[in-house]
């Protein structure tokens, strides 16, 4: 028995080398992008069109549209469109009395973000053929900083095809506990670790960037080559777009100085659902996109983009290694334990080794995520530190969620988020635009 255990922990350790060989490079990504992005210069105003799916979004997507209004960028190079399911969305009353200017499409057939951004493309394509540079989709429960479309149209000047902006979560902005509960400050911190954590150093190294599916910019010509929006086989239509970047060759870029606010979910289940949806998006475009990748594997650009996409990978065995490892160590400690051997106690602390691993890497992660964007997280220290410390144990959540989509191969179907309800929620003084 004692030859199994120490077995066990050399096992533990073997696994844990091999790991941070595989997943160093992501690791690295974390601290290699400190200094400021280069911040590039444009003597041209192009024309936008902003897109914003608004289905039964009601009185959440006002304050995007205030946030537009309060735009730095000349209010006559952009133009807004949304895409809504029912001809009597009383979103549409709600945003021509704030600003009449606004478009809309009313797309009766859409079940999805995706086949609304299809109908909402294919019908400006086809009205404003030509007029638009680049196109820049955005969530309606979004605010956008004074100066994103400044930003955004400086960032043109790279030539690149898809462009993400900064993602931020929103929620810090209110005035209102319950807006920044302790579900919604764990799951904020996923847009960091996307953003500047991730999208930041592959950006820097001509990696194709997760296209996260706001605040996104598309140049025109993209648009029009696809004639529309033709992801819409997933959940997760802005990962189906990240896998056709990196199979097409698609240039993308990250732009730190354009900042999105993004509103995240206050209860643990909303968090949850979300999570879960947007993990089963992305496992079912691997099993789409996956095989495409795999035989295009001629160059080191190619290799390094495959790695990028599917470095989470490394981390998914290894803590389901850990996981069957503290599994295995508290049911041989138990058995042990009941026939009183003293060796129980190195079986109970291979469980507690296990455990540890995981926890220790998360907090890591935690801590480098709270440092990067200290600016933006808005909390006192006292509640940092205690997302810093609980953190990992919420992000272990991903355990049953990755679960089901791996073992289980548990589908997701699209559910409606709620949203949260603020009184004067306009957080801008709008402008007339």
Same mark, same amino acid.
């Given at each position: ?138 969530? $309606? ?68 960037? %997760? ?97 990028? +996409? ?31 051997? %003293? ?10 080794? $296990? ?9 890591? %992660? ?35 969620? %990755? ?5 289980? @191969?548990? @589908?997701?179907?699209? @559910? ?5 309800? +603020? ?6 003084? $709008?402008?007339?635009?």
């Amino acid at each position: 028995m004692m030859i199994l255990l120490i077995l066990s922990y050399c096992i533990v350790l073997v696994a844990t080398i091999i790991f941070l060989f595989y997943y160093w490079k992501r690791i690295c990504w974390w601290f290699g992008s400190n200094k400021p992005q280069v911040r590039l210069e444009s003597s041209v105003n192009h024309s936008l069109a902003i897109l914003i799916p608004a289905r039964n979004e009601g009185r959440t997507v006002l304050p995007l549209i205030a946030s537009l209004m309060n735009q730095t960028y000349a209010s006559n190079n952009f133009d807004i469109y949304m895409v809504v399911k029912e001809a009597e969305d009383p979103t549409i009353g709600m945003v021509k009395e704030v600003l009449p200017t606004v478009k809309f499409f009313v797309d009766t057939e859409q079940k999805t973000k995706g086949h609304a951004l299809d109908y909402g493309l294919k019908q400006i394509s086809a009205s404003m053929k030509g007029k638009y540079e680049a196109y820049i989709i955005i969530d $309606a429960d979004c605010l956008l900083d004074e100066n994103f479309l400044f930003e955004m149209n400086r960032a043109l000047v790279s030539g690149k095809d898809v462009y993400n902006s900064k993602l931020v979560v929103k929620n810090y902005l209110y005035k209102v506990k319950k807006s920044q509960s302790w579900a919604a400050c764990c799951n904020g911190l996923i847009w960091t670790l996307m953003s500047e954590l991730g999208n930041r150093a592959k950006s820097d190294h001509g990696i194709t960037t %997760m296209t996260l599916g706001t605040g996104l910019m598309i140049r025109a010509k993209l648009i029009e080559e696809w004639n529309g929006w033709p992801f819409q086989e997933t959940l997760t239509e802005d990962i189906e777009l990240q896998r056709t970047c990196a199979l097409h060759h698609y240039t993308t870029e990250y732009v730190s100085y354009a900042v999105c606010y993004v509103e995240e979910a206050t209860s643990l289940r909303m968090s949850n659902i979300r999570r879960q949806r947007w993990m089963s998006g992305v496992v079912h475009c691997d099993r789409l996109y996956d095989e495409k990748l795999k035989q295009q594997l001629h160059t080191s650009s190619d290799k390094l983009n495959f790695y990028a +996409i599917h470095s989470l990978y490394y981390l998914y065995r290894y803590v389901g290694f850990l996981c069957v490892i503290f599994l295995f160590g508290l049911c041989g400690g138990s058995i042990l334990h009941f026939y009183n051997l %003293m060796i129980s106690l190195g079986f109970f602390l291979l469980s507690v080794l $296990a455990f540890v691993l995981v926890y220790l890497g998360m907090l890591s %992660m935690t801590i480098r995520c709270l440092v990067v964007d200290a600016a933006y997280i808005k909390i006192s220290f006292l509640k940092k530190l205690w997302i810093a410390i609980t953190h990992p144990i919420y992000y272990m959540g991903y355990i049953g969620i %990755m679960t089901k989509c791996f073992i289980l @191969k548990q @589908k997701t179907s699209w @559910k409606t988020i709620q949203r949260i309800e +603020i009184d004067k929620a306009n957080l801008f003084e $709008a402008k007339e635009i």
